[in-house]
């Protein structure tokens, strides 16, 4: 059998890899701390569970307009025109199986061979993956430590070329947990203001996860909303993981062609789903605000913990659930690291080059756990260490 040649240009999400290792050592009676997969441990709210029931009986199971329908768009454009502060029409809007196909279309809809793409390393692996994988060329630009994880912009302007075709950026982001102020974005709009050729995919999932300050998106910014698209969606803010719900806003030209996309792909999003997500921007928001403060608690215990090993230093996330330890002091390299906390202490943990190059010498660990697993989790290390 042979494959087409783009195949080998795909990537993956190495949480879904260590998972399977641990879930292989659980079953072999192996007592094992989840630290690796992105995924809040909290029930879907209630009142978006009922709204999915109440869809169900009512026989919303058939196929939908390939973009979403009418009253999920116009519920995302008010949400959007909300928390951003911008002006959102329904037909910007496009409903998606998952914040993923966003990030897939709007890259294979622009993006052309040849082309380049600057994207953040260490950064969530998929976007090197979706550029490789339509021919263009990927570009990281490398989140520092000692900027607290944003973009060096002298560094940022040298990338930029006359191939350069699309910036992504990611606040809060994965995997460090690092936000992008304001004034941060501003000086990256400040360096692409004069370049209207290039498209900004904003990737602003995390965007109700942030621990200290506002989230500040690029749209809000005169004249870059129409060269933008910002990626969110539910999974994270809703704990909607596993219900699968994204949704793209870019402008009214650019929605039809990834609406079209859909149509060739998924042809439409689950009705029943997007009924459970209106409910979920329409309805109560106290579900979101208990997660997030517990999720500041368990953050607070997770870098005390992990500063108290010996060879690892972290600093404080501000959004996210994420803590990037540096680990450079312990001798041993971010895979290696991984494999023996997850071998002989019992610990899933990432490494940090599952994010990148740019990701040795770190290790992510999601915090999205109970606390008492946490502070176990660091008991461990230190046994293993």
């Known amino acids: 059998m042979t494959y087409a040649e783009r195949m080998s240009n795909l990537g993956t999400e190495t949480a879904f890899e260590v998972l399977a290792k641990a879930k292989k050592l659980e079953a072999e009676g192996k007592s094992i701390i989840h630290l690796e997969i992105g995924e809040p441990d909290f029930p879907t709210p209630e009142n978006i569970c009922e709204a999915a029931i109440r869809s169900i009986k009512a026989g919303d199971t058939h196929y939908t307009p390939s973009a979403g329908i009418p009253e999920m768009r116009n519920a995302i454009a008010k949400y959007i025109g909300k928390t951003r502060g911008i002006d959102v029409h329904p037909d910007e809007v496009v409903m998606t199986p998952g914040a993923k196909p966003i990030m897939f279309f709007t890259i294979l809809a622009l993006v052309n061979e040849g082309d380049e793409v600057i994207y953040p390393n260490p950064g969530f692996p998929i976007y090197e993956s979706m550029i490789k ?217 990432l490494s940090g080059t599952a994010f990148g190059d740019f990701g040795e010498g770190y290790l992510r660990f999601s915090y999205a756990n109970s606390r008492e697993n946490i502070v176990e989790a660091i008991k461990r290390i230190k046994e293993v260490l």
């Open 133 to 349: 994988f339509v021919g263009g060329v990927p570009v990281p630009i490398k989140l520092e430590e000692s900027m607290n994880f944003a973009f060096n912009i002298e560094n940022f302007k040298k990338l930029i070329t006359p191939k350069t075709k699309m910036v992504i950026i990611n606040t809060p982001q994965n995997p460090t947990g690092g936000i992008l102020t304001e004034s941060e974005i501003r000086q990256i709009a400040e360096t692409l203001k004069d370049r209207p050729d290039i498209w900004i995919l904003s990737d602003e999932i995390y965007s109700r996860l942030i621990f200290k300050g506002d989230h500040f998106s690029i749209t809000q910014i005169p004249g870059f909303k129409d060269r933008t698209i910002i990626l969110d969606g539910f999974s994270k803010t809703y704990a909607m993981t596993g219900w699968r719900a994204g949704y793209g806003v870019m402008n009214a030209d650019l929605a039809p062609k990834i609406a079209q996309l859909m149509t060739n792909s998924n042809s439409c999003t689950n009705t029943v789903v997007q009924k459970a997500c209106i409910e979920a921007y329409e309805g109560p928001q106290d579900s979101v605000d208990k997660m997030r403060e517990e999720f500041m608690k368990r953050r607070d215990i997770i870098v005390e913990g992990l500063n108290s090993i010996k060879g690892f230093s972290c600093i404080v996330p501000l959004g996210a659930f994420y803590a990037f330890p540096n680990i450079t002091k312990t001798g041993y390299n971010s895979k290696e690291l991984c494999d023996h906390l997850l071998y002989k202490g019992g610990v899933a943990a």
